[in-house]
Nanobody
Framework: QLQLVESGGGLVQPGGSLRLSCEAS????????IGWFRQAPGKEREGVSC???????AYADSVTGRFTISRDNHKNTVYLQINNLKHEDKAVYYC???????????????????WGQGTQVTVSS
């Protein structure tokens, strides 16, 4: 059973940067597509980005140009680099995993089988 643990969240001023990490254990990490999602208070969970086994990526329009997803299979870790943070980026960020090969990943929560507990990102001056 794949397990995911997010880290790297925190309090950042607008315009600042963070790098979130999603570390996996319990199964062969390289066989999974990984997605990042976020949920702000009172809002539905939103897809942010995803990365396939072959490093194909996708981003939500709201984060394109500011967020970068990457993976290091040797470390069983996926990263989400967040630059130029905005107040609307404040949320709990979750990573999720989808087993099996996909040519293109989709940031649709219902297609992911394994979820982490989340890490809080707060943007405040």
């Amino acid at each position: 059973q794949l397990q995911l643990v997010e880290s790297g969240g925190g309090l950042v001023q607008p315009g600042g940067s963070l790098r979130l990490s999603c570390e996996a254990s319990g199964d062969t990490f390289m066989y999974y597509t990984i997605g990042w999602f976020r949920q702000a208070p009172g809002k539905e969970r939103e897809g942010v980005s995803c990365i396939t086994q072959n490093d194909g990526t996708a981003y939500a329009d709201s984060v394109t140009g500011r967020f970068t997803i990457s993976r290091d299979n040797h470390k069983n870790t996926v990263y989400l680099q967040i630059n130029n943070l905005k107040h609307e980026d404040k949320a709990v960020y979750y990573c999720a995993a989808q087993h099996g090969y996909v040519k293109l990943c989709e940031i649709v929560a219902g297609t992911y089988d394994h979820w982490g507990q989340g890490t809080q990102v707060t943007v405040s001056s």
